[in-house]
């Protein structure tokens, strides 16, 4: 959740390709965009998160993956 808006990132596996996803990105924002001036706004803030998903959020779980996939880490802790 953010300041003026919900993002919501679903990602969901590739049949029969186990190192690919396909990544479903909505932003829901507070009131329709009718301006000029909330379409440059709107389209920053979405740029901001893309690029910022894309250049450290999946960087890391490429790297985490690629760690569990070679066996770096012989337990694995996770949460329900």
């Not at 009131?31 to 001036?37: A, G, H, I, L, P």
């Not at 779980?61 to 996939?69: G, H, T």
């Amino acid at each position: 959740m953010q300041a003026d808006h919900v993002e919501t990132w679903r990602a969901f596996p590739v049949k029969n390709r186990v190192h690919q996803c396909v990544i479903y990105f909505d932003c829901y924002v507070p009131e329709s965009v009718t301006t000029e001036k909330a379409t440059k706004y709107w389209n920053a803030n979405i740029d901001l998160a893309v690029c910022t998903v894309d250049d450290e959020d999946i960087v890391i779980q490429i790297e985490m993956e690629s760690n569990y996939l070679l066996g770096a880490k012989k337990v694995l802790i996770g949460s329900k």
